[in-house]
């Protein structure tokens, strides 16, 4: 059984950072394809980011160069650096054990909240 579990969200003013965290359990971390999506209220979810297990990684257009994914394979995590954040960027964020780098797997964390807001 696989288990994602978020961490780090919360509330920011606008122009401020976030760091989230993701810990998977369950799964051969170290090969697998992992992503970070969001969902904004009544919007569908979307690609944030998503990291191979080689380092890979592909950004959707409103995150690059302000969002940077990274991964520990020793400790089963992956990292989603927010920096410059918008109110727009305001949603619950998920991690993905991923099939393809612009493609979800089946495992999906609860997600977690982000809220940019002054």
């Known amino acids: 059984q696989v288990q994602i579990v978020e961490s780090g969200g919360g509330t920011v003013q606008p122009g401020g950072s976030l760091r989230l965290s993701c810990k998977m359990s369950g799964s051969i971390f170290s090969t697998n394809t992992m992503g970070w999506y969001r969902q904004a209220p009544g919007k569908e979810r979307e690609l944030v980011a998503a990291?191979?297990?080689?380092?890979?990684?592909v950004y959707a257009d409103f995150a690059k160069g302000r969002f940077s994914v990274s991964r520990d394979n020793a400790e089963r995590t992956v990292s989603l650096q927010m920096n410059s954040l918008k109110p727009e960027d305001t949603g619950v964020y998920y991690c993905?054990?991923?099939?393809?780098?612009?493609?979800?797997?089946?495992?999906w964390g609860k997600g977690i909240l982000v809220t940019v807001s002054s």
């Open positions: 990291i191979t297990n080689m380092g890979t990684d």
């Open positions: 993905n054990l991923a099939k393809y780098l612009r493609e979800p797997g089946e495992w």
